[in-house]
């Protein structure tokens, strides 16, 4: 029988994702199903694992197997210190599934830096500040004039899913990954960034509707310009401050400008007044119109003076008992393709199939970063064309 091919990894990342993962020699060999010395000469370079048994340590460690090709250690790797702490959450009650989550978003980015540096390109740097005592409507055209996306755009998507890939891909011309996970529950997280460095990360939760991803996506993308602006919002450690409060309530306030301009939204509420009585139909038909959820339109009009708090209280009670926006159900769910691809972003997919054509990675990286076989490749590609929504809003 031939002897398989080794994985020519770091055996410094071997040491790296062990100790990260608080094991020490004899419980990793354990729970990689390797004896103890094997695993030692690994990590001393002297001998080297082959792909599976390195897919068992991957598994061991809680790291995607990609992570053990990149030339050194990540430095800062920390996703409790690194991403914005999440609303009500203390210090180690993030659940496992969010840990995950927070951690492969941060190896994915160092694997697109890798990526530019193999490739040799630079990486593009954004900049864009915001600061709290901006006025929103202001805020909110830059940002949209930043993303190019105008109302005409916002209103021709074809529906929700096509208008939150515009807007994801809008973000992520920027220099921004956008990243999704569906394994958070929805109560514990709808979004969370990183602002620092080269490469901003914005996670989203796919559990959500995407009327709330879109939000969630610009309230995020408001909170990395706030960083930037000599704002900065809190991280995972400690109780959340006054401040970073304001900073949530300030993210909301420019988010719904950007969304839905007061210009524009009101002439479309201005079509059918009964979007101003809180009117339930009135305002799911405006919302399927403009591709944002009735609860932000009611308090967006909330906070133009367009309607009461007494109505709005009533219809976001209404809401919470039952959620106005159902996901299609289809049988058997979205291709391995699409779900790669709605996980990992246009910007990290592009970028690691044009390394792969330009030999710059090894197909075995390849199948690591995009979690899928070679022979799915050609499909995910297809996938990277340009919707109708997205092509309008290029």
């Not at 061991?60 to 992570?67: D, G, H, M, Q, T």
Request: aromatic letters at 6%; charged letters at 25%; glycine letters at 8%.
């Amino acid at each position: 029988m031939p002897r398989s091919i080794p994985a020519l990894v770091n055996p410094a990342l071997l040491v790296w994702a062990r100790e990260r993962a608080g094991l020490d020699l004899t419980k990793a060999a354990e729970k990689g199903g390797v004896a103890e010395s094997i695993l030692r000469t690994w990590e001393q370079g002297v001998e080297r694992p082959t792909m599976s048994q390195l897919r068992d340590l991957g598994a061991a460690y809680k790291r995607p197997i990609a992570v053990f090709f990149l030339p050194e250690p990540p430095k800062d790797f920390d996703p409790q210190r690194e991403f914005r702490r999440l609303p009500g959450l203390r210090p180690q009650d993030e659940s496992m599934e969010l840990r995950l989550a927070l951690r492969l978003a941060l190896f994915q980015r160092e694997a697109a830096k890798e990526l530019h540096s193999r490739l040799g390109e630079s990486v593009s740097v954004f900049r864009e500040k915001a600061h709290p005592n901006e006025d929103p409507e202001v805020v909110g055209t830059r940002i949209r004039k930043l993303l190019g996306i105008s109302w005409q755009h916002q209103i021709g998507w074809a529906g929700a899913y096509a208008a939150l890939n515009a807007w994801r891909s809008a973000v992520e011309r920027l220099g921004i990954l956008v990243f999704q996970t569906g394994d958070v529950e929805l109560e514990e997280m709808r979004g969370t960034s990183v602002a620092h460095g080269p490469m901003p990360v914005i996670l989203l939760n796919n559990a959500d509707a995407p009327h709330g991803r879109i939000f969630t996506l610009i309230h995020e993308l408001v909170h990395i310009m706030l960083t930037h602006g000599g704002h900065e919002t809190g991280t995972m450690e400690g109780k959340r401050a006054p401040e970073e409060q304001m900073l949530e309530r300030v993210s909301n306030r420019f988010a719904a400008a950007t969304l839905m301009p007061k210009h524009e939204l009101l002439i479309e509420a201005d079509r059918c007044h009964d979007v101003y009585a809180g009117d339930e139909g009135a305002l799911k038909k405006l919302a399927t119109r403009i591709k944002v959820s009735p609860e932000a339109i009611l308090r967006r009009l909330l906070s133009l003076h367009k309607v009461s708090s007494g109505i709005y209280r009533r219809m976001r009670k209404t809401w919470q008992t039952k959620p106005w926006y159902s996901a299609p159900q289809g049988d058997g769910g979205p291709s391995i393709e699409v779900r790669r691809l709605s996980a990992l972003g246009r910007t990290f997919v592009s970028l690691v199939l044009e390394g792969y054509s330009r030999k710059a990675v090894s197909s075995s990286e390849v199948s690591d970063y995009l979690g899928l076989q070679l022979k799915y490749l050609d499909r995910i590609q297809k996938q990277l064309l340009p919707g109708p929504g997205e092509a309008a809003a290029a």
